[in-house]
């Protein structure tokens, strides 16, 4: 296995071997990230495709600073993030709708398994679950996410806590046993 330093300047020198290891020994956690923000297989292996071709692309540029993989992510993240505002529109809300949304805790959580949980984030509308993902899963500020979607900081916010509260109440029929596990029905 070559160290991070060959595997970069080998693909940097258009080594094939080295590019389909470095495509190899990321692809899979990519195509999560891919298939998070899409919502379907098809959408994200095309942005596991156009992501990997800019990780190509701009290898050059990668400074060594951070970790590589958190570069490749974040190159994964905002291809996903630039198809998402290509495809959906934000529901636009007014100061008055944004000032009355409530932060909302979700407890259900520890009784339903990983793939329950994903399955509830997938059901989401294109918005909250765009938010819900930069925000809760990627770690981005709502300041952030507001620059990335082109919406306001209180929007962003405001989507947050009605996913919160989409999934508080999917999570607790589920939990409950109900079988109601789409958090739009």
């Known amino acids: 296995m070559p160290s991070e330093s060959d595997l970069i300047k080998g693909c940097l020198e258009q080594d094939r071997g080295m590019q389909e290891l470095l495509y190899k020994m990321y692809a899979s956690k990519m195509y999560g990230v891919c298939l998070r923000y899409s919502g379907n297989a098809e959408d994200a292996g095309d ?6 071709i800019k990780v190509f692309n701009n290898l050059s540029k990668f400074r060594g600073e951070g970790s590589f993989e958190g570069w490749i992510r974040r190159i994964f993240v905002n291809t996903s993030i630039e198809h998402f505002r290509k ?3 934000l529901y636009r809300l007014t100061e008055v709708q944004e000032n009355t949304v409530e932060d909302t805790d979700i407890d259900a959580f520890n009784s339903l398994a990983v793939k329950d949980i994903l399955a509830l984030i997938q059901g989401l509308s294109p918005g909250y679950k765009a938010v819900f993902n930069l925000y809760v ?3 981005y500020s709502h300041k952030e996410i507001a620059g990335m979607l082109g919406i306001t900081e209180g929007t962003s916010k405001s989507q947050l806590a009605r996913a919160k509260g989409v999934l508080k109440k999917a999570l607790e029929a589920a939990a409950a046993g109900t079988g109601k596990k789409n958090p739009n029905e």
């Open 47 to 52: 942005l596991l495709q156009e992501g990997f």
């Open 87 to 89: 495809k959906n529109q």
């Open 137 to 139: 899963v990627e770690g």
